[in-house]
């Protein structure tokens, strides 16, 4: 069974969506009852144009919640919010403005970041003009800028928020000690990769990395120097690949490149121009930098697990036969 622990951050957050959005709408009809008692009836008639709004839009992420188009309808949601809002505003005015109080944590969770903010000082400066024209310069100037302090505080909450997505992100797709991708997101990409290559009939290449004698350069030189190494030696590969290719960590000794659209005789250029690079860089504390290269394209109905295997197959075929070239000329 699926929980929502086990979905992805663009899977929950309609579902997310939908369910405030719903519970939205029964305070709503809390209020509206609330409100009838008290005999405000233009407020009821206005939440009462609310509750239907919120449900429509709750149905129709829900419904789309697989597909980007759920997210256009959270703007005419939003939009009508902030709008009855402010059109009820010169009756009640103190209430209303504890309504738009709520809109800023409405529309940074609901909207992107920059277009909520677009949307805030819009709202900021309707509230302005309304109060200042239907009640008095101090009590507009006093509820815009408790308005415009609640829009800052929020605006730092949600940017801290993203910051901590983009990390947290970031830790669970790089290898921390290179630089480069992980060996998890790496499965993910190469199978995404193959679909498309075996939809659209573009090739995709792989070029693998080996660091010959890994275990001998810890030992002579010890693992701090190999921690500085690891990403000075990803940057260099990152200077002689395209822009669309992605460079992978998957074991301590192994760097995998996954070339799209990139075919056969393309890939074997490529990793002939890199080894060449590679070993005619100098490599300080090394004295010289042993690699073992091999490169691999996809071809029709191999899927990702076959393509892996044959590279992996092609490095440990290429370094059996450096052992036993080096073993012949000693």
Known sequence: MITMNDLPQDQLLPRLQATVYTLVSVALLILIYDQYRQGLYSLVLSNAVSIPAFLFSAIYIYINRDKDAFLWVNYPLVAALAGLALFQLPAYPDLMVHYL?????????????YHA?????ATAL???VVLWVHEDAFMALR???NFTLLVLSTWCFAYLILLKGGSLQRLALTDQVSGAYNREHFYHLLERETARGEATRQSVSLIGIVLDDYRQLIDLHGNRTILQFMPRFVKRIRQLIRGEDDIFRMEDDLIVLVLPNCGEEGAIVLMERMKRKIQEQ????FAELSISVAAVTRTSAEDSEALEKRLLGRLN????????????SE
């Open 101 to 113: 109080f709520a809109v800023p944590m409405f529309t940074y969770f609901c909207l992107p970041m």
């Open 317 to 328: 075929k290429q370094q059996r036969t450096s052992l036993q070239l080096a073993a012949f």
């Open 117 to 121: 903010t677009l949307f805030n000082i």
């Open 143 to 145: 509820y815009t800028t």
């Open 282 to 285: 100098s490599w300080r504390p």
């Open 126 to 128: 309707a509230m302005a």
